[in-house]
């Protein structure tokens, strides 16, 4: 409970943020001049951009959060138990060896979300984030019944 306030409060401040910036540019636009008018009118697309952001960031870890809950349900979640370093960080060898493994899994049953979850889970634990979001995102697109185009092709 505690993370969703944080979350909820974090996106209220930055919805507060976007409303001045744009407020900014509309003060700027209103001057007239030929530097404020364009000046304005890039500052406006801050927001908007921000907003993009922000919805594409929320409805991501919503989706991520309502696969992890679906495979809590079934049994399905990978335990935490990897070898850790003494600083608190999971182990490279421990994470590879667990990664070799998810992607065996995910080759052999490429339509199964739970099988992605697990890839991206995996991805996370060897820090590879970008490969983690992708593989998550694919997740949450066989899970919503859609196929990605890598996948179509």
Request: proline share 5%; hydrophobic share 50%.
């Amino acid at each position: 409970m505690r993370d969703r306030l944080v979350l909820f409060g974090l996106c209220t401040v930055l919805v507060v943020y976007f409303g001045l910036v744009g407020h900014r540019g509309v003060l700027l636009m209103r001057e007239g001049t030929w530097v404020t008018v364009p000046l304005g009118a890039a500052v406006l697309v801050l927001p908007l951009l921000g907003v993009w952001f922000l919805w594409r960031s929320l409805r991501f870890v919503l989706g991520a959060n309502r696969l992890a809950r679906a495979l809590e349900a079934e049994g399905g979640l990978p335990a935490d138990d990897l070898a850790r370093t003494p600083s608190g960080r999971i182990d490279p060898a421990a994470a590879d060896a667990v990664f070799a493994a998810r992607r065996a899994e995910t080759e052999a049953r490429p339509e199964d979300w739970r099988c992605w979850f697990r890839l991206a889970v995996a991805y996370h634990d060897a820090r590879d984030t970008p490969r983690a979001r992708k593989a998550m995102q694919h997740a949450i697109g066989l899970h919503a019944g859609r196929r990605s185009a890598a996948a179509r092709d």
